[in-house]
Each structure stands twice: as C-alpha cells, then as structure tokens.
C-alpha cells in the first residue's frame, strides 16, 4: 500500500465517525449538558463547600468553577471515549466493525485511525464546552486554547484505548454498558478532575492513594497545567505512557492471531 | 514469483483446522478455487459456513491450515490477500443513518481510494445494478434487495478477483432471492470474478455450479451438481444434499 492510501483510508474512517456525529444531534447535546450541569449548578453548590487554596498551575486563588473545568474538559473525553467503545461494540456485533477489520491495512493503523475519529470528535465538543465557559466567565489565557490540543490529543487516546481495550472482553452491548458504569464513574470521581488531591488526602487517605494511581488524574491535570500554558512534565510522561501501553494491549486484543477476540473463537 | 501468483487459484484453502474451545468446527478443510468460477458452499445451519468465512476475511485466526488468496498467504501477506477480496457478510454492515454515496465512498477510502476514483467505482458499480437514482439515499430508506445489492456494489468496487458471499440472501423474499442470485452469476461471467457463496438454501444452487457441501465442518462432497447427485444415486441437488448431511460422520 502507498502512504497515499494510507491517508485516504485515515480519512475515511475519521469523516464517517463526524458524518455519524453530526447525524446524532441528540449525542452532542447530551456530552455537552453533562459537563455544563456541573458547571452552573454543581459547582455553583460546591463553590462555597469546598473553595480552593492557591495550587499550581492557577497564580491566585480561584473560584471553584475555574477549578473544574479542566476535569470537566476530561469528563467529555471520558464518556466519548467509552461511547465510542460502546460504538465498537455495537458496530461489531452489527457487522460494521468487520469492513473495518477486512480492509486491507494493518489492524493497528486501522484501530488507531477509529482512536483518533473519536478523539477529534470529542475535542469538538471540548472546544464548544470551552466557549460556554468563556462565555459565562471561565477564562483561561487565549494562548491556553491552543496548548490544550496535543493534551487533549493524548487524553482522548487514552481513554479510548481503554475502552477499546475493555471492548474486547465483552461480546454483548448489555454487558459493555454494565462494564462502563464500573469505569467510568470510578475513573472520574476517583480523581482530581472534581478536587485537589490534597483536599482528596484530607478526607482519604485511600481514596487519595486510588486517585494518585488513577491514569486519568493525569490526564486533567495535563490539561488543567496546558489550559495556563504550562507543561506538567510528571503528568503528561505518566497520561503519554498510559496511553501507549493501553494501546498496545488494545490493539493486541483486536489481533486475531493472539489477542482476546481469539481466544473467544472470533471476532 | 509474479507469474506463479498469476497462475494461483483465486482461493485455495489447505488442512484447515478450526476448533470454539474443545468443540471443532472446522476439520482438515481443503478448497481451491479457480479465477472467475463460481462456487456454492452448501450447508445446514451450524455446519462451519460462517467460521470458514471467518477464517478467510480473518476476522479468526487459525493455526492450523493455510489459507492463500491468488497466491498471497493471508498469515504472511494479509494485506495483499484482503485487497484482493471483497466480502458480503451474512449480517448487514451499511451504515443506515449514511447515503449510498457515503458508505460507497467509506469503503473506497478503506481501499485507499481517493474520493473521486471511489465516486467513479460507486458510480459504475450501481450502474451495473440500476441503481444510480439511489445515491444519494439513506439507506435506512431502501428494501431489503436493494441493500443487499449496494453491499455487493461495495464489496466489488476495489476490483477484486474474490468475492465471497455469506448467505447474502437472508432476509429477502423469493423474488429478491433469485433476483440477486442471477445478479451475482452474471457479475462473475463479465468480470471473471470468483465467488464463494455460503447458503443452506437449495434452490440458490444452479444446474451448471460447482457446489460443496459442508457439514459438521468436514466437506462431504466436492463437484458439479450432476456429479454430486449422480454419486448420491439420486435425482436432485436436494436430495444429495440431505443424504449428506444425514450421515454419521466417520
């Protein structure tokens, strides 16, 4: 195969996962509602109960809505992530997922062109998400905008090799979705996407000790240190490395010679 | 080395094993076919069909056996053997929710197409089938027949020497059945394709084809349709087929 045709098959898969995202408008608005009820009402709530001390990367002290909207950022490209997953599933067990598997490029090309459709559709809504906030006073330098891109990138890899990898130890979409309940929310509480680790160590000791191992507290705070046009070094080697072993074991559980789907006799 | 891939059947399958667990589904399985001929893969519900199929696209994987596609080994060259074959799975797999032209385009763009030569295959391809006024349709808004019809569009719109057809007709009625049967005999004619078509249904089976009838994952028989019911010592395809597949295996 040409590298020409490597790139028309990228962009096929990317186009149909937006044609797809675009036909479900009712998918957008609901990974946009989600973020955007913690934001006006949870965190109106939350605001005086928990308040903020000064921490990195913020150089003051901040309301406790500019806090949450880096993990809320991670919340959308959670759920995408895991419905995109969900997508893998249906679409196998519907049958799409083998035009995919039976088209003539290596599996891992094939699996990390679906990775990256899924994550350019979650940083849509990302960005629509960031300009809400914009607009109701959340306001992270403008450069900031432009930094978050390669974090984003790498978070919506992450949690889509995840999922991914989780897809293929189910065959049936009524066990996935059981599955998701029991990654998602643990993922997402289980971080400092909603509260500092230090506030977390405070109540927890174990529950900080859970969220300090929980990949996905590295990922926010990535983002949360790209939103102030910093670069967590600590918290992107951690996401960038989870994210390339996830993808390793995911891509090796989508190998019919050797990964998961073999074992259970198939696709 | 190009002339030996050549002269290489369109299929060949050899010693392919397959088992779910301690259950073997497909044992000792020896195939070949020739460029453009057209063969049915007869067999009753739960005799291997599916599996076999599996193991061609390589949705399975097998360690035991050899599978080649105009002689590119699908372990070793996987990418050269799916280039070369087109597939129509037994479930539906067109996106619904997308055109005609969408999912027609999707699928160039899997072949590494660019857009206007997969336009121009899509295009030509639903010509063939008289179907051009539906391009621009969702396919949520086709029949059954007609949807059938765009995945075999499809499965031949990157020109390949192997199409193989999992029980394509199910779901349709007896017309669109024989419509479509007549449909893919005429495609492998012109174009010199070979098609591998699973069915359990008899009366897909034309007098001219070359059947092989498959159960319990073993071939039991292997040849034209009068050789088969000549062998059988019976009238018709049906009848063999049912002394077949009735046997006790050795």
């Given at each position: ?267 | ?35 453009g001929?057209f ?47 087109g597939v129509v ?5 067109l ?5 005609v032209k969408?999912n027609l385009l999707?699928h160039g763009?899997?072949h590494?197409m660019?857009?206007?030569l997969a336009y121009q295959r899509a295009m030509e391809q639903l010509s063939r089938m008289q179907m051009q006024e539906s391009l621009h349709r969702?396919v949520?808004?086709l029949s059954?027949g007609q949807r059938r019809r765009v995945e075999i569009a499809r499965g031949l719109l990157h020109y390949p020497r192997l199409l193989?057809l999992?029980?394509p ?7 669109s059945?024989r419509a479509l049967v007549e449909h893919v005999h005429e495609l492998c004619a012109e174009q010199g394709v070979a098609v591998?078509w ?53």
């Amino acid at each position: 195969m040409r590298v020409g045709a490597y790139w028309h098959c990228m962009r096929g898969v990317v186009g149909r996962e937006l044609l797809r995202f675009v036909h479900q408008r009712s998918r957008f608005i609901a990974a946009l509602v989600r973020p955007l009820v913690w934001l006006f009402v949870f965190a109106a709530g939350f605001r005086m109960a928990l308040g903020v001390a000064m921490i990195d990367p913020y150089e003051t002290y901040i309301r406790y809505e500019v806090y949450i909207v880096p993990g809320l950022v991670g919340m959308i490209q959670l759920f995408n992530g895991m419905q995109s997953s969900l997508s893998m599933v249906y679409d196998r067990e519907m049958g799409s997922m083998r035009v995919l598997l039976v088209s003539p490029f290596p599996r891992w090309y094939l699996l990390i062109c679906k990775l990256l459709a899924s994550t350019l559709v979650s940083m849509v809504q990302v960005y629509v998400f960031l300009l809400i906030a914009y607009l109701y006073g959340v306001q992270a330098p403008l450069a900031g905008y432009a930094y978050i891109l390669p974090a984003l990138l790498v978070t919506g890899f992450l949690v889509g090799a995840l999922g991914m990898l989780l897809s293929t130890f189910v065959r049936q979409l009524e066990n996935f979705a059981g599955i998701m309940n029991f990654v998602i929310f643990p993922m997402f509480f289980l971080s400092s996407a909603l509260y500092p680790l230090w506030r977390i160590r405070e109540g927890s000791y174990l529950v900080y000790q859970i969220a300090s191992f929980n990949p996905f507290t590295y990922a926010v705070e990535m983002i949360r240190f790209a939103l102030y046009e910093q670069l967590n070094l600590t918290a992107s080697g951690i996401a960038l490395a989870t994210t390339v072993v996830l993808l390793g074991l995911a891509i090796w559980g989508y190998d019919p010679a050797r990964g998961m789907l073999a074992r259970k006799g198939g696709e | 080395m190009a002339d030996e891939i050549a002269r290489s059947p369109a299929l060949e399958i050899h010693d392919l094993g397959f088992a779910y667990g301690a259950t073997s589904a497909l044992d000792h399985v020896e195939l070949r076919i020739a460029a453009g001929e057209f063969v049915v893969l007869l067999g009753p519900n739960g005799a291997g069909k599916t599996t076999l199929f599996s193991l061609v696209t390589r949705l399975y994987d097998s360690r035991q056996g050899v599978i080649a596609v105009e002689g590119h080994d699908l372990h070793r060259h996987a990418i050269e053997a799916h280039a070369r074959m087109g597939v129509v799975f037994q479930q539906p797999t067109l996106d619904l929710d997308l055109t005609v032209k969408q999912n027609l385009l999707y699928h160039g763009a899997l072949h590494g197409m660019t857009r206007g030569l997969a336009y121009q295959r899509a295009m030509e391809q639903l010509s063939r089938m008289q179907m051009q006024e539906s391009l621009h349709r969702r396919v949520r808004q086709l029949s059954g027949g007609q949807r059938r019809r765009v995945e075999i569009a499809r499965g031949l719109l990157h020109y390949p020497r192997l199409l193989l057809l999992d029980e394509p007709t199910v779901g349709l009625d007896i017309s669109s059945r024989r419509a479509l049967v007549e449909h893919v005999h005429e495609l492998c004619a012109e174009q010199g394709v070979a098609v591998l078509w699973a069915t359990h249904l008899i009366d897909e089976v034309h007098a001219q084809d070359r059947v092989i009838v498959l159960d319990r994952g073993r071939i039991m028989a292997d040849g034209r349709v009068d050789d088969i019911t000549a062998a059988q010592g019976v009238e018709t395809i049906g009848a063999a087929f049912d002394r077949l597949v009735d046997e006790e295996p050795s």
